[in-house]
Each structure stands twice: as structure tokens, then as C-alpha cells.
């Protein structure tokens, strides 16, 4: 798109548009990047008021590891890998597997062969190559930064963090399926109504939306922790205690959810041609027909979107789960409270580091891979409502 | 669409909300007026100890909680009125500081001082996070291709982090002799502890607040930009209006449909402000509504929790919501009702 030059944006303004660009990506990045660095040294860098000592590791140095200038350009290369393949490959990859498999298999599919293979470099393959490429580098080799792995081996074998993340890895996936296969229904349903009925439930979700979590959970938990006795008269013997159980929690999540999600897709859906399911009703097919065959085929885009924000709410919750599990289903948000509250010695600290940062990885290849996703689905949908 | 259809299509989804959020309001609501607490008996205990020239024996009365047959402690509910409500707002107390006309004193209380924080920390960091937020799009609309790919991946970051986690990665910052506290020392030549006392954690907060929002309104800011209608812009500039007249007069006008979203949005979310509280540990200096119930839910360390105190700070905390979103609410009800009719 040409703009007429007198439109065009000034020296002036460029620069200052790139200078303003340039602080913010910094601002934005640095606390994940610092405790990145913080989490992969020995506390005593960790803690360091000096930032060499975070960046560079002397004293970690002297303990561990530590990563030579050729060691780091592997890292560079394997992380300007995983952003091109990212950006460029897998979308790719994806548009050719949705003929085969249907999209949503194929982003599900892309994305775990993506964090997969992004896992075995970050764990089994840099870590040879660290090790063992040195020997026959000459001066090259000499080691600049100090680095150990030990906080997060501690953190996932010996406090056992992976159940944790299996945990959280089950409500996510059962608050996104459950949330989308609910929330498109509803949201084509009220796309393509005319009552006032519709108006109703639009605002009635809006005023839920607003409702703080926990005045639902006040809600909530004394119902659930005596849930066996309130469904005995129904269920007999076989009436379950909900509280601490994993299920009711996510459909507690969804519920929380679905407010956000049926306006998001219900403008999505109201920019898709109302001529498009009405031609299928002409040629006799049902609402249901129409759906299923026009409008499901068409309706991809905005579904990842709103899936993104239910994957969001349900791996980032504090509140409801910290509340609602038992120990032994905790996911790992809440789990991370049992790190930072120990905090007695440094070295506890440092692994509550290292179960932040492993808790925002996930999440780091989830931007990579969707971010233009996220930013048109937004334009198509919640913008307009 | 005919009505039948139409709540086949909605039916699961109205299904949710009503069982998980208006049945919970409806519960919430009932329990707040209601306490359970154990059934208390008091027994005589006589306890006796070996001593010279016999026993000594010494008897007392013990309060216990009443046992059933299966062993479980026998609960009891009661009607208690307003009880939950005065004790949560500590009306003596309340009552007291106002006609002293001591607002230190009225803020020393619990649910006063949460209220205080909560609209502070709301209605401080919504001007800044629009500003913020259109500042970046507007930047990013500036910049060539290349970079924009780049530009919103580091953006979305902050977006994206787990709240409890982020609030975590900034305190990590500046606790004890954190990077950047050890910073602002070498700058001011002075010993500081930021999390010593309230306003510097508040300031934190908010500072972490707007540094996780923003990428949101940047993200529908930008996406809005690219709808400029370009032929009003040349009309604007054919007028002799300036760059910064362009923007006041043509620009936001445009994004002001999204500016009443994004307020909308913020308003409920940092309502609710709580993660903050949890990453920074914060309970002894700064406290948020939501956070008072939270507190009120987590089991004591005899294993207690007070629902009925919670569900009348629950209550409380719904009703300012309710307040705050009066207009906001009236206003997409009217421009909903203009577009549909």
C-alpha cells in the first residue's frame, strides 16, 4: 500500500518510533530474559547485586559448566532456528496437513511436534554439543559463562515438578476442548439470532464476565467439599466428594471462560455472510446441516483464537485451583507457591526461579508459533464487539 | 433463526453459566447470612497425677466439639443476619474513625483499606495503559515490515505470562539487593528497600500491571489502525490539519468504540487485582478486595474456613463491581441497541 508522500511519516517521527519500539522491547523482555539467566546459575550469582555476575556466572564458572564462545553461537543458531521454523516452516507444515487432517489436528499436532523436538535440543542436544564439541575447538573453547542445569534437575525429579505439569497439562486440554465445543455452538447461535433474547444473554454474560473469581469460589467450595452428602439423594452411594477432583474444576474454568469466548466468537461469526448457511437451508439442510458443513469448514481462525485465551485462563490460574485441588492434583501455578514460601535458603529460591521459568517456556512457544494468530483473530473478532 | 433452534445452539453454553455463576451468586448470597460452626459440648474432666501421700486430682471443664456416631464433628447452621457483613467491615471500628473524622484510622481497617488499594490501582493504571498501548501501535505502524514480526512477538510477552509469574519475575528485580533495586541505589546514592513499605509495592504493582496489559490494547489498537479510512486522512491533511490534528481528530475518534472496550475490560480485571498480591507477598503491607475473600477461604491452621465471612466480602466486593460498570454497561447497551434496530 502506497501512502501519498505527504502522509509518509517524517525522519523525525521514524526515529522516534524506533527509539520508542527499542525501550519497550527491552522493557518487555527483560524480566524474562533476567530470570532466565538468574534460574541456569548458582545462587550466589543468582542473588549477585553485580549484573556480570548474573549474565556471566563467575562463581557458577568455577562450580559447573561453563559455556564457551562457540557453545553460545550453538544456542544462537538453535534459537534463530526454532524462531524461522516457527514463523515460516510450520505454517507451512500446518496448511498442508488441514487437507489431510483438518486444522485443528494439524495445529495440535504441529504445535507438540514443535515443543517436542524445541525440548529434546534444549535438554539431550545442546548439552552433548556443549560438553563434547569443546575438546577439539583450541581457544575458541575457553569457557566465558558459567551455567548449571541443577536447579531444574531438582526441580523435576527430585520435587517431582512433572506432576505438576501433567496436572496442569489435563485441565488445560479439558478447558479448551470442553470451552470451544460449547462456545461455538453458542456463538453461532447467537450470531445468527435476531430475538431479544439473545441481547439478554450477551449482557448477562458481559455482567458475569465481571464477577471476581473468588466471590464464584465462595461459591463454590462448601458445595463441593459436601457434595457427596447434597448428591446422595440422586447419585446413592456412588455420589462423589468434587472438591480436590480435577473435572469439576474444569468445567468450573470453562464456565468462567465462556463469557469471554462466546462474545469473542459471536462477532466472529457475525462477519462470516449469513448467505453462506442460508444457501445450505434452501437446500434443505437443518441449522445443525448448515453448520456442520458450511460453517464449520470456515471457522478455523477464530476458533484458535478464542482456544488461545481458554488455554491462557486455564494454565494461568491461581486462584480457583490453588482453591478447589488437593495437593496431589495441584497444577503447577499454585505448585510454585510451595517453592517461593519455602524460600529458607538460597538455593530454594533459585529452584522457584527455575519452576517460573519452566512454567513461562510452554508459553514462550506457544507466542512463537501463534502470534499472528492471536493478533488477526483479535482484529476479526473481540474488536468489533 | 427460530427460537427452538437457537437455544439447542446456546443450550450448553446458558447451561454452564447458570450452574457455575448464577447458582454460586444465588449460594453465595444465602450463605452470607448464615454461620456453620461446630456443635461445642463442655464436659468435666477430673485428671489426676500420682503425688506424695496419694493422688491429686484436679478437675476442669473442657469445651470440645460434639463427635457422631462415625467420629465426624456435628456442625450446626445458624440465621445470624448482618453479622457476617458487620464483622467483615468492622462497623465499631468504622464507626469510630468516621466520627473522629480519621481517615488513617478508617484505613487501617481491613475491608477500607482493600477498597482504597483496589480503585487507586484501577483507575491509575487504565490512562496509562491506553496511553501506553496506543503509543506502541502507533510506533509499530510506523516501522518497516522487518521489524514488526520481531516488535510484537517480545510485545505479546508480558501478555502472555502467567500473572502469579510475572509479578514473581519483576519482584526477583528488586528484592533484597535485586539488580535494578541495586541500581536505583548506585542512582540515588542511598539505601532503599522497595518492599519495606505500601506505596513503593503499590507503585511496583501497578509499574508490573501496566507492563502485562498494555501488549493487550497495543494488539487491538494496532489491529484498529489498520481500518483507518486513508481517503478521510487525505481530506484531513487537503483541510491543513497537522499530524497531531490527524491523530485527535481522525484517529481516535475511529478507535473510540475500542477505547470503551478496553477501559470496559480493564475495569473488570483489575478490579479483581490478586496475582499481584500472591507473587509479591504482599499481605502485611497491601491488601485487595478479592484478595480478603481469598484469605477468608484458605483454611486457618486449625483447618477452618470462614465461608460465611467470605461470602459477605464476596457480596461487598460484587456490588462495587456492579457500581463501577453501571456506565460503562449503559453505554454498549445503547450502541448495541442502535446497531440492531
Known amino acids: 500500500m502506497s501512502l501519498s508522500p505527504a502522509l509518509r511519516p517524517t525522519t523525525s517521527i521514524k526515529v522516534s518510533a524506533y527509539l520508542t519500539l527499542a525501550i519497550w522491547c527491552v522493557f518487555a523482555a527483560f524480566p524474562i530474559f533476567w530470570i532466565s539467566a538468574m534460574s541456569l546459575k548458582a545462587p550466589i550469582d543468582a542473588f549477585s547485586s553485580n549484573p556480570f555476575a548474573v549474565i556471566l556466572g563467575f562463581e557458577t564458572r568455577r562450580l559447573g559448566v561453563g559455556l564457551s564462545v562457540i557453545d553460545l553461537l550453538w544456542i544462537g543458531l538453535a534459537l534463530w532456528g526454532g524462531w524461522h521454523v516457527a514463523t515460516r516452516r510450520l505454517p507451512r507444515l500446518v496448511a498442508g496437513l488441514a487437507e489431510v487432517t483438518g486444522p485443528v489436528a494439524a495445529w495440535a499436532l504441529a504445535v507438540t511436534g514443535f515443543a517436542v523436538a524445541a525440548l529434546l535440543v534444549a535438554v539431550v542436544i545442546l548439552p552433548v554439543l556443549v560438553l563434547h564439541a569443546d575438546a577439539w575447538m583450541g581457544p575458541l573453547a575457553t569457557p566465558v559463562m558459567g551455567v548449571t542445569g541443577a536447579h531444574y534437575r531438582s526441580v523435576w525429579v527430585e520435587f517431582e515438578f512433572y506432576r505438576n505439569f501433567l496436572n496442569s497439562l489435563m485441565i488445560t486440554a479439558g478447558v479448551v476442548t470442553v470451552s470451544l465445543t460449547v462456545g461455538t455452538l453458542a456463538g453461532f447461535g447467537l450470531a445468527r439470532c435476531r430475538a431479544r433474547v439473545a441481547f439478554w ?135 510454585i507457591a510451595s517453592f517461593f514460601n519455602r524460600e529458607t535458603t538460597s538455593t530454594d529460591q533459585v529452584r522457584a526461579v527455575a519452576a517460573a521459568v519452566s512454567i513461562t517456556a510452554p508459553l514462550f512457544l506457544l507466542v512463537m508459533v501463534f502470534q499472528k494468530q492471536i493478533v488477526s483473530g483479535l482484529t476479526a473478532g473481540a474488536v468489533k464487539g | 433463526m427460530r427460537l427452538r433452534t437457537f437455544f439447542w445452539f446456546v443450550g450448553p453454553s446458558v447451561a454452564l453459566m447458570l450452574i457455575f455463576i448464577a447458582a454460586p451468586l444465588v449460594s453465595v448470597f444465602v450463605q452470607s447470612f448464615y454461620v456453620t ?107 518497516t515490515e522487518r521489524v514488526k514480526g520481531p516488535a510484537i512477538f517480545l510485545t505479546l510477552l508480558p501478555f502472555i505470562i502467567t500473572p502469579v509469574i510475572g509479578a514473581l519475575s519483576i519482584r526477583w528485580l528488586f528484592i533484597g539487593d535485586g539488580i535494578l533495586t541495586a541500581l536505583i541505589e548506585w542512582w540515588l546514592q542511598r539505601d532503599v528497600a522497595l518492599f519495606a513499605q505500601a506505596w513503593t509495592i503499590e507503585i511496583l504493582m501497578m509499574f508490573y500491571r501496566i507492563w502485562h496489559v498494555a501488549p493487550f490494547a497495543f494488539v487491538v489498537f494496532y489491529a484498529a489502525l489498520q481500518t483507518v479510512n486513508r481517503d478521510t486522512l487525505e481530506s484531513a491533511l487537503i483541510d491543513g490539519a497537522n499530524r497531531w490534528q490527524r491523530l485527535r481528530y481522525v484517529i481516535i475518534p475511529h478507535l473510540a468504540p475500542l477505547i470503551v472496550f ?62 463501577l460498570l453501571i456506565w460503562p454497561l449503559r453505554r454498549t447497551w445503547a450502541d448495541y441497541s442502535r446497531r440492531e434496530t
Open chain 1, 201 to 335: 444473554i450477551l449482557i448477562a454474560a458481559l455482567v458475569f464476565r465481571a464477577l471476581p473469581h473468588s466471590v464464584l469460589v465462595a461459591g463454590y467450595l462448601p458445595a463441593f467439599i459436601n457434595s457427596s452428602e447434597i448428591l446422595a439423594p440422586i447419585l446413592g452411594e456412588a455420589a462423589p466428594t468434587l472438591y480436590g477432583m480435577p473435572l469439576p474444576v474444569i468445567f468450573v474454568l470453562v464456565a468462567i471462560n465462556q463469557p469471554f469466548t462466546i462474545w469473542l466468537l459471536r462477532s466472529y461469526f457475525a462477519n462470516i455472510p449469513p448467505e453462506l448457511d442460508e444457501a445450505a437451508r434452501v437446500d434443505g439442510c437443518t441449522y445443525f446441516q448448515a453448520f456442520r458443513l458450511v460453517i464449520v469448514p470456515v471457522m478455523w481462525p477464530g476458533v484458535i483464537t478464542a482456544g488461545l485465551f481458554s488455554f491462557l485462563l486455564g494454565y494461568n490460574d491461581y486462584l480457583v485451583t490453588s482453591l478447589l485441588l488437593d495437593a496431589q492434583n495441584q497444577t503447577m501455578v499454585p505448585g
Open chain 2, 37 to 143: 460452626s461446630p456443635v461445642l459440648e463442655t464436659v468435666e474432666r477430673e485428671t489426676c497425677a500420682p503425688g506424695f501421700l496419694g493422688e491429686v486430682c484436679t478437675t476442669q471443664t473442657v469445651t470440645r466439639p460434639l463427635l457422631d456416631a462415625d467420629g465426624r464433628v456435628v456442625t450446626e447452621t445458624e440465621f445470624v443476619g448482618l453479622q457476617a457483613y458487620r464483622s467483615v467491615l468492622e462497623l465499631d471500628r468504622t464507626r469510630a474513625a468516621l466520627a473522629d473524622w480519621d481517615l488513617q484510622a478508617l484505613l487501617q481497617i481491613d475491608f477500607w483499606k482493600a477498597l482504597r488499594f483496589t480503585l487507586v490501582f484501577t483507575f491509575v493504571t487504565l490512562p496509562i495503559m491506553l496511553a501506553v498501548g496506543l503509543g506502541l501501535a502507533l510506533a509499530v505502524n510506523t516501522v
Open chain 2, 262 to 323: 478496553l477501559s470496559l475490560i480493564h475495569l473488570m480485571d483489575s478490579y479483581r487485582v490478586f496475582e499481584e498480591i500472591v507473587g509479591f507477598s504482599a499481605e502485611s503491607h497491601v491488601i485487595s478486595l478479592q484478595w480478603i475473600t481469598y484469605d477468608y477461604l484458605t483454611p486457618d491452621d486449625a483447618g477452618n474456613r470462614s465461608i460465611s465471612r467470605a461470602s459477605a466480602s464476596a457480596m461487598l466486593t460484587m456490588i462495587g463491581i456492579v457500581i
